[in-house]
């Protein structure tokens, strides 16, 4: 019996460019959160406001929105969120620590308005919340001194 191939960073370089790319438009077409993942690092070829206004355009669209999440959708919504984090987190917080924690405080700041309009029973939403402010004081922590006058003291 043939072992199953390990996915490893040399073993999908083996693919080729063409091949992965491929691979990634498919899934990307398939899982929105996921392509929200890739549109996000494409956008940190731009640098941080790049990214950083992607971030912004979902914060305010979370902001605004008055619609309830209704059960069947909350998984997607959840990953959705978690999308959203590890964007800020995977993303923009190498580009920039301060923009990122500007973000992840804003994202956690409109936490009440997001369980105004779900039931999380199951904890999915709660736990990328937990998530969001855990990734809080790593980030603060790759912050110059000098430059932590710029995040917001709540």
């Given at each position: ?108 700041g409109g936490h009440d308005r ?41």
């Open positions: 019996m043939a072992r199953k191939p390990q996915l490893t960073p040399d073993t999908l370089a083996a693919l080729g460019v063409q091949r992965l790319a491929r691979i990634v438009l498919d899934e990307a077409e398939r899982v929105p959160a996921f392509r929200k993942r890739v549109v996000a690092a494409l956008a940190s070829t731009a640098g941080p406001d790049a990214v950083a206004k992607l971030i912004d355009r979902r914060l305010l669209a979370l902001e605004r929105a008055r619609a309830m999440v209704g059960w069947e959708k909350e998984r997607a919504f959840a990953e959705d969120l978690d999308a959203t984090v590890r964007v800020i987190t995977q993303e923009l917080a190498p580009l920039s620590p301060i923009h990122a924690v500007q973000r992840l405080l804003r994202f956690v997001v369980f105004e309009r779900i039931d999380d029973s199951s904890g999915r939403i709660q736990d990328v919340y937990w998530r969001a402010a855990g990734a809080v004081p790593e980030i603060i922590a790759k912050i110059l001194p000098r430059d932590l006058a710029q995040i917001p003291i709540c």
